[in-house]
């Protein structure tokens, strides 16, 4: 029944704002059923001259997952298998409620025009399920110097700081070394800031502003406008559900680009840190929008997996323990700032093939 | 003899200590995830007193020491209680830090934390109130639940209500 009732959301005409929505086309793939496995091939066209294209799927709810079985190029090669995930060019999450699928997320596949297709799965209790899905893909020209539109939402966080409020931050210190020094990092994927603009959350702020699991943060997600911004909701905790606070959270990754209303439209600051190191909050910007334009860790702490670029560093466990530190990888990934935990002033740097796939991505454009 | 090996013993020891307060650090400050309890005692005893340290210490990050609080209560003992209760005690102390200190008393005492978590009902901040009403209403074989049912009738904060009136009906 949610997937029934939230189905219209996803569906929504898209008509975004902002200098990207020039760059892309969104179209409505429709209503897809699954087998009674939880299997449904999703075909969509990528047009001639296309530079990325995204496929989105959903919404399925947040006490389902899904991903891709696998995904097919318009080649007919098999590029992600999920018997095999880091093995290929491409990655694909598991995720609740949406699933979003990138490319390129490497420059070893890039987009091509023709027909894509991905199998998808749907972990769902109760099957067949049904999904809504729909594809955006980037036509136009490419450079190595790109802009992208920010929106940044406070969600109740003038208590932190009193200059988090739509009204104060044009004018505030705080926020403006933040956004500031979010443009000095994201200079060196050569991305730079174009509009910026500043809203207050006009939803339940009280419910919001400590986000607590899944369910919470997709919900505030799923408030972001149709729009080709990068939507950043600034707020006073992030907690998934084991009582630890985190400091971001992306849609995806990669998130859902220049279409919202999906629980992964958008990204999560967690600004609790903001007096104390107002550097450390454009680092959570700079690396949870990195994951939203389809950049992800250079190696996972856990060991678990890794990025699929050529030119990012590959950190060993050479202690034997099971598990990577910053310490550990210094020189081979901790100053990467998609690397995973925060290293403010150490982790200043990106590398040339994430330059490329943020190139890529259907909000950025050339400056 | 042992006066000439102990400087190298303690050296030793010190160089230890780093490595481990760097791990643990490191270990607080996770982008978009955080540690299993598993990773946490696979530290060993040892990571209590780093824990507990970095939680009393006021020149690291509120999240560095919310996460120190938390991560605590995969060290149940005295000594970790009275770091969590010393920050509960703390006038003016961080409401992320006051929510993050309930919840790792619930999370490690269990029922046996109810009577310092009862007065916390009674915190000024709202999001802390609703956090000390999720604590109390996921102690074990609801022994919190009449406590919560007493402050349904005191409770003004429509958010806290709505967590309370939860609460009492599961």
């Given at each position: 029944m949610r997937t029934l009732l939230l189905a219209p959301l996803l569906l929504a005409g898209c008509d975004p704002e902002g200098e990207a929505a020039d760059n892309f086309e969104y179209v409505d793939l429709g209503t897809f059923t699954t087998d009674a496995d939880g299997l449904v091939n999703i075909p969509w066209e990528a047009p001639e001259g296309v530079v990325s294209t995204e496929v989105f799927c959903g919404p399925?709810?947040?006490d389902t997952i899904a991903t891709a079985d696998d995904v097919t190029s318009p080649a007919g090669t098999m590029v992600y298998d999920d018997e095999a995930p880091y093995d290929g060019a491409l990655r694909v999450g598991v995720l609740d409620d949406v699933l979003p699928v990138l490319?390129?997320?490497?420059?070893d596949l890039p987009a091509e025009s023709g027909q894509w297709s991905m199998n998808l799965f749907v972990d769902a209790s109760d099957l067949p399920a049904s999904v809504s899905c729909g594809a955006l893909s980037r036509v136009g020209d490419t450079a190595s110097a790109n802009l992208v539109d920010v929106h940044i939402v406070f969600v109740g966080v003038d208590g932190i700081a009193a200059g988090m409020t739509a009204q104060a931050a044009e004018g505030d210190e705080t926020v403006q070394a933040i956004v500031s020094r979010l443009g000095d990092l994201w200079s060196d994927l050569g991305l730079g800031l174009g509009t910026v603009r500043y809203s207050d959350f006009s939803g339940d702020v009280a419910g919001s502003t400590t986000i607590e699991g899944y369910e919470e943060f997709g919900n505030l997600l799923r408030t972001t406008e149709d729009t080709a911004e990068l939507t950043f909701f600034m707020v006073q905790d992030i907690d998934l559900g084991d009582g630890a606070s985190i400091l971001g959270l992306s849609g995806g990754p990669p998130g859902v680009a220049g279409h919202g209303g999906t629980s992964k439209s958008g990204v999560v600051i967690n600004v609790a840190n903001a007096v104390a190191s107002p550097e450390q909050v454009s680092l959570i910007m700079a690396h949870e929008g990195g994951h939203f334009l389809g950049l992800f860790h250079p190696t996972e702490n856990d060991l678990s997996g890794q990025d699929p670029l050529g030119d990012t560093p590959v950190c060993s466990d050479?202690?034997?323990?099971?598990g990577l530190t910053s310490a550990e990888c210094a020189g081979s990934g901790s100053e990467n700032v998609m690397w995973p935990t925060a290293q403010v002033g150490t982790a200043t740097s990106f590398s040339g093939d994430q330059g490329w796939v943020v190139a890529r991505n259907p909000i950025t454009f050339p400056e | 003899m042992l006066n000439l090996f102990l400087p190298l013993l303690l050296a030793g020891t010190g160089h230890a200590d780093e490595a481990l307060r760097s791990r643990v650090v490191d270990m607080l400050s996770g982008m978009d995830s955080a540690p299993a309890a598993e990773q946490w005692l696979a530290l060993g005893p040892a990571a209590e007193a780093e824990l507990g340290a970095i939680a009393s210490d006021?020149?690291?990050?509120p999240t560095q020491r919310a996460n120190a609080l938390v991560a605590l209560s995969n060290f149940p003992s005295e000594e970790a209680r009275g770091v969590i209760l010393a920050t509960l005690a703390?006038?003016?102390?961080q409401a992320l830090l006051r929510r993050k200190a309930v919840l790792s008393l619930a999370t490690g005492w269990g029922a046996s934390a109810l009577p310092q978590l009862a007065p916390v009902l009674a915190d000024t901040d709202p999001q802390v109130r609703a956090a000390t009403v999720r604590a109390i209403a996921g102690l074990p074989n609801g022994a919190g639940a009449e406590t919560l049912r007493a402050r349904l009738t005191v409770e003004t904060d429509a958010h806290v209500l709505a967590e309370l009136r939860k609460a009492v009906s599961l």
């Open positions: 399925y709810g947040y490319i390129p997320v490497s420059p050479s202690d034997g323990d099971g | 006021r020149a690291m990050l703390t006038p003016g102390e």
